[in-house]
């Protein structure tokens, strides 16, 4: 049986979801995503906080990765309690009910070529 | 004698393999990849586990790094036991049976221009 | 209560403010970004050093990020004691009051087309 | 007095000098660069190995990093004990004599947009 990797609260410091993008498709949309393994055998149960800059953290948003799955959440399809205002600057803390992996990744395509980002989230527990 | 620094579990919960290209050449090709370092005096042994987000996992797809060496593994050229989906979400975890170093590359040449990113997977245990 | 995850000294051994840049706006201007997430109740006082290749240290610059808020500040627009030189290379290391996370990220918009790099910061004690 | 944060034995995983680049002079030449910051007051002894594919390492390369400094090594530089060969997978080991912080960027400008990418390195000891 494969062991459980990961941690159980992440942070994310950095988050900006582009006022506007490409216009080829979801695949190439503009979105600003956090990667969760779920490497173990039991549901992992997700509660996610935003944080901004000069109001109250929002949430929490809820997810379930079921066992030995992986989801890649877009924070621009995140809708309860309320979607993420576009065009400014936020943060995320990732709380799992069970050890899990996450990743932050970003694609722009606010210009005619895409670019990229990613890192591995902030450990916190 | 180098000691071998790492660890022998490591996960990269980011995984995405475009669809299509540019056909510039293998080089430029869009390729996932995951990098792997083995500084020590003692051959690894790597079993990757691919992780999706609607099936169970696939795997273990299995390497071997030499002493003193790094390879490149190109998640696109797993063929054993069989070729990873284009255009859908995963995640892997790497087993290795003495310590490595690995790190997670990208480089997308959906669009005229690459783009790059990568980071160094969550070392795991 | 959320917890306060997070460190109280970061280190960013990367840094460098592209001279020129894009004239599509402030959004798209070449800028180099420090993103600190404050989750905990308490207001974070940070302190940050930039370093050099061939002078001695200069700062603090100074910032208070209040509790449950994040700031991502860029380096572009740090003025007190003095503004950091475009052009050269740079590192920064980041001490706060409270823990606190931390991520860099930089947009590079000297060509058509910007490029993105990202990492958590190091995080040092 | 600012304590000298960091590790003694850093790993980068990737490493590869794209073969052909940009001729918009050395700022967007294509180049590979090891970040690092010695914020202590003892100068830093570093020696890099380099790590390929299918041949011995070759190393050390050395450098001084003075206290309260920074400096952003570029492997297109290194010339003794002989240059890094362009085109092929390479990894790295960075030794230190007093701790510092390691990051490594990749600058890609094989086509006419450059692309960027980040990651602090591996801290092995």
Same mark, same amino acid.
Not at 9 to 28: C, H, K, Q, T, V
Not at 39 to 68: Q, V
């Given at each position: ?5 990961? =941690? ?10 582009? +006022?506007?993008? #490409? ?20 549901? *992992? ?5 935003? &944080? %901004?800059?000069? =109001? ?6 809820? %997810?379930?990765?079921?066992?030995? =799955?992986?989801?890649?959440? =877009? &924070?621009?399809? %995140?809708?309860? +309690?309320? +979607? ?6 936020? *943060? #995320?803390?990732?709380?799992? #009910?069970? +050890? ?17 980002? #990613?890192?591995?989230?902030?450990? *916190?527990?």
């Amino acid at each position: 049986m494969t062991p459980a990797p990961g =941690r159980t609260l992440w942070a994310i410091a950095e988050g900006y979801i582009p +006022p506007a993008g #490409s216009d080829a498709g979801r695949a190439l949309e503009s979105h600003e995503t956090v990667c969760i393994l779920n490497a173990g055998d039991t549901d *992992a149960e997700i509660a996610i906080t935003i &944080f %901004f800059a000069d =109001r109250e953290p929002k949430g929490p948003y809820r %997810f379930t990765i079921p066992a030995r =799955r992986t989801r890649h959440l =877009r &924070f621009n399809d %995140f809708v309860t +309690p309320e +979607p993420i205002p576009r065009g400014i600057d936020y *943060a #995320s803390l990732i709380e799992s #009910s069970v +050890p899990v992996v996450v990743q932050h990744t970003r694609l722009d395509s606010r210009q005619a070529e895409l670019a990229l980002l #990613s890192t591995v989230a902030y450990p *916190a527990a």
